[in-house]
C-alpha cells in the first residue's frame, strides 16, 4: 500500500464581493456547508479601480495522519510525500487565464460555518458559528481581513496554471511535516491568488482599509472565478484530499539473480535479494539484529543439493561478506554480487558472526547479447491469481499478479511441473477506474514516489491496495503498465481485471 488520502474536515469560502446590488459587501457571509469553493478576483465592478477578492479555507484531520504514522500505516518523515489535491469544478462563469494560486498556511485556528449562499452572500454569520471575511469564529476577528497566514518557505506554495479548468495538486510535505512534529497548529491552508493576480487596491495609509486589502502591486485586470468540488460534494473522487504517497515496492531479485558480467554496468552487477523473518505469521525484527546490519556470504551448490558446501565464495569486490540492512519490521535486504559462474546453484546464508538467521537458496543467470532487436520484446499473459469478485471499503488486500511470455512453449518436463514458471517485472506499475463511466479513480504513479509500483520477489509480481480508496456500490478495474527499456516508454497491457467494492454495517 503506497497510497493514502485524507479526506478534508473543514472547509469554506470567505469573500469580500459585493453583493449583487453592488452597495454592500458579503464580508459576514459563510458558505462552510456549500458543494463548491471558490477563488475569484474581480477589478473594477463597482468603479474604476474596486477590489472583490474571494479565498479558500480547508482543514484536514492531521491527528488521523499521526496515529497511521505511529502504527506504521505510513511511513517516518523523509520516506512520504504529502500532496494537497483539489479537483476543477465546472461552472458557467468566466474562468482565469494564466495565474498562479497560493496554497498558505493559516496561523489561526477557524469554524467552517453553515452557510451555503455563494451567489447572493445572504447566509451571514451574525454571531453564529462560522468564519468569514473579518471573523475567523464567532469570537475572534482575523488580524488582517481575508484570513491570516504563514509566508515563509516552508508553509507557502504555488502552482501555475494556463487555464481554469485544471485541478490542484501541490506537494507540501514540509508544512504537513511540520503540522505532525507541532512546531505550529494545524489551522489548515488557504487557497487562493497570488498577490500580484489579486486586484489592485492601494490605500493611502499603506495598510488595509476596512474589508479591503492593501495591494499596490495587483492586477488592474480580472481574473474572475476559480471552483473546485467542496467536501460535502455527492463526488465521492472530486473531494479535497491531502495525499500521501510513498514507493513501498520491493524489488527482490533472488528470481531475476545474474551473474556478474563484463557486458553489464557494475550496478546492474548487483542483486538485491531479501530475508523475511516471519514469526507465528507475522513479521517480526531478529532481535539480536534489531535495526541494524545483517551479514550476507553465498555459499555454491547444484539444483540436486538442500544446503550449502563449502566456504564462502568470493564475491564481486573480493570480500566474503556482504553488508545488508534494515528495511521494515521484519524484512532485510542486501545488495550483493558474484562474477563466478561454475555453479549451478547458489545459497544465501544470512548471519552475524557465526550465529546464522535464514538460508536461501537462488539459480543464477548469466547475462547473453542477442542476435536481434525482436528476442528482447516478449509479449506478455497477465492474470491475477487470487482476485476476488468484492471486497470491503475497510479491507487492504494483497493481489498476486502471474506473468509469463504470451509465446511461452513448454516441453513435456514443463508441462508436468506442478508449479507453471512467472516472469516477474521489474518496472510495473497500476491504475484502477470505475468500470461504469471509466472514471479514474487512482491513476499510474510512475514518478519518483513509485506509489503505484509493483514489487517482486521469486513467485512473481505483486501489490497492497486499500481500498477505501475507492467508493463503495461501484464495480472496478485493475489495469497495468511495464517499463520498455528500449522504447523508454510505459506500455500499458491490454487486460482488465474487474472487481466490486461494497460497505456492509455488520
Known amino acids: 500500500m503506497a497510497i493514502k488520502r485524507y479526506k478534508a474536515d473543514s472547509d469554506n469560502t470567505i469573500v469580500n464581493a459585493f453583493r449583487p446590488d453592488l452597495s454592500t459587501r458579503g464580508t459576514g457571509a459563510n458558505a462552510g456547508m456549500a458543494d463548491i469553493v471558490e477563488t475569484f478576483s474581480i477589478y473594477g465592478r463597482y468603479n474604476t479601480s474596486s477590489q472583490e477578492l474571494s479565498r479558500v479555507l480547508v482543514k484536514f484531520p492531521v491527528s488521523s495522519i499521526s496515529t497511521d504514522r505511529s502504527n506504521s500505516a505510513i511511513p517516518a518523515s523523509g520516506s512520504v510525500s504529502f500532496y494537497l489535491r483539489m479537483f476543477n469544478a465546472p461552472h458557467s462563469k468566466t474562468v482565469p487565464k494564466d495565474y498562479k494560486l497560493v496554497v498558505a498556511a493559516v496561523s489561526q485556528s477557524w469554524q467552517e460555518g453553515v452557510g451555503l449562499d455563494l451567489e447572493g452572500y445572504k447566509d451571514v454569520t451574525s454571531g453564529n458559528s462560522g468564519s468569514n471575511w473579518i471573523y475567523a469564529n464567532n469570537a475572534t476577528q482575523w488580524t488582517n481581513v481575508g484570513g491570516d497566514y504563514l509566508t515563509s518557505s516552508d508553509y507557502f506554495y504555488q502552482q ?82 491531502l495525499e500521501a504517497r510513498w514507493k513501498s515496492a520491493k524489488q527482490d531479485d533472488r528470481a531475476l539473480f545474474y551473474y556478474s558480467s563484463s557486458l553489464a554496468p557494475a550496478a546492474d552487477n548487483l542483486n538485491t535479494i531479501y530475508f523475511y523473518n516471519f514469526v507465528r505469521g507475522r513479521l517480526v525484527n531478529i532481535p539480536s539484529v534489531g535495526t541494524s546490519a545483517i551479514l550476507v556470504s553465498l555459499y555454491s551448490g547444484s539444483k540436486d543439493n538442500t544446503t550449502p558446501s563449502g566456504s564462502k565464495l568470493s564475491l564481486y569486490d573480493s570480500n566474503t561478506n556482504m553488508t545488508g540492512g534494515y528495511v521494515s519490521t521484519g524484512v532485510y535486504s542486501c545488495s550483493i554480487g558474484i562474477a563466478s559462474s561454475s555453479t549451478t546453484a547458489l545459497f544465501d546464508v544470512w548471519h552475524s558472526g557465526s550465529t546464522q538467521y535464514f538460508t536461501g537458496s537462488i539459480t543464477p543467470k548469466l547475462i547473453t547479447g542477442y542476435g536481434d532487436m525482436s528476442s528482447t520484446k516478449p509479449v506478455y499473459y497477465l492474470n491475477i491469481t487470487n482476485l476476488q469478485g468484492k471486497y470491503t471499503n475497510r479491507e487492504t488486500a494483497r493481489f498476486n499478479l502471474y506473468v509469463r511470455d504470451k509465446n511461452w512453449s513448454p516441453n513435456i518436463y514443463t508441462v508436468a511441473n506442478a508449479t507453471i514458471p512467472t516472469t516477474p517485472i521489474v518496472s510495473a506499475s497500476y491504475r484502477v477506474y470505475r468500470i461504469i463511466d471509466a472514471l479514474e479513480a487512482v491513476a499510474y504513479g510512475t514518478g519518483s514516489d513509485f506509489q503505484t509500483g509493483l514489487s517482486y520477489d521469486s513467485t512473481g509480481n505483486y501489490f497492497d491496495f486499500d481500498m477505501s480508496l475507492l467508493e463503495p456500490g461501484y464495480a472496478y ?30
Open 160 to 241: 501555475s496554471f494556463e487555464d481554469g479548468l485544471a485541478d490542484l495538486e501541490v506537494d507540501i510535505t514540509p508544512l504537513v511535516e511540520r503540522w505532525l512534529a507541532s512546531d505550529v497548529g494545524n489551522y489548515g491552508v488557504g487557497v487562493h491568488l497570488t498577490s500580484s493576480n489579486e486586484a489592485h487596491f492601494s490605500s493611502s495609509t499603506g495598510a488595509n482599509s476596512g474589508s479591503l486589502i492593501n495591494n499596490p502591486s495587483g492586477a488592474t485586470v480580472s481574473y474572475y472565478t476559480k471552483r473546485f468540488f467542496a467536501r460535502g460534494s455527492q463526488y465521492f473522487f472530486k473531494r479535497p484530499v
Open 477 to 506: 478495474a485493475f489495469k497495468f503498465t511495464f517499463y520498455d527499456q528500449q522504447l523508454n516508454s510505459w506500455i500499458e497491457q491490454d487486460e482488465a481485471f474487474k472487481f466490486r467494492v461494497e460497505s456492509y454495517e455488520y
